[in-house]
């Protein structure tokens, strides 16, 4: 695998992604970022095995398709420590060696895992069911329906936030069993379903969300 990408794109990208990646955890390789490169697209992946993150990066100066799983610390710790706007060189040495070149002369070597060792991320189902969002609106919802959440894992259906969909609105719905808030967001011109069906979202999964999106960024 061989590709260019700017230190800030990547700063940015890593910063949203590494949000999920286990401080501890029993399968060392969750503390990984998966990157793939497919053309001139590279995709990074991390997951907890609860919570998941894809981010695509498209377009990157793509050289040779590859993939390879980078510990996220080290890679993290480099990429901080670099001046704003450089232009890094990634290229892999086998399956378990990347090398990171600036275009200052700069040269990081770090160990890495082959990608096969990374969890296979399930895909999304059901993609006609949703309703597409103003990053900011979701935000304020997730804000105003969080604190009501139950931490008690015997009742986890109260752990998270129920999310119904309807034509140009959204419903959400979050109680501790004492507390109950409800939200309803009309107006929503880009709904893509007409089911009332519901799904919860975990609170910690919500919390994710609302730190990796933009105000001006469509969910």
Known sequence: MKFSISSDRLKEALAKVSTVV????????????????????????????????????????????????I????????????????????ETLDSD????????????????????????????????????INGEILKDIIEDTVFATSKEELRPATTGVLFQFK??????????????VKITRK???????NSSDGVIVPAKTLQIIAKSIEDEDTC
């Open 22 to 69: 286990p401080s501890k955890t029993t399968l060392p390789i969750l503390q990984d970022i998966l990157f793939e490169l497919n053309g001139n697209t590279l995709t990074l992946t991390a997951t907890d095995l609860e919570i998941s993150v894809r981010m695509t990066l498209d377009p990157v100066d793509g050289e040779e398709d590859g993939a390879i799983a």
């Open 71 to 90: 510990p996220e610390d080290k890679l993290t710790s480099v990429v901080k420590a670099l001046p704003e706007g450089l232009l890094l060189r990634f």
């Open 97 to 132: 060696r990347v090398v990171i070149t600036t275009n200052k002369g700069g040269e990081y070597k770090m160990s890495a895992e082959p990608s096969e060792s990374f969890p296979s991320i399930p895909e999304m189902i059901g993609a006609d069911s949703g309703i597409e």
């Open 167 to 180: 034509e140009n609105e959204l419903i959400a719905v979050a109680t501790d069993g004492y507390r109950l």
């Open 187 to 193: 107006g929503l011109d880009k709904a893509k379903t």
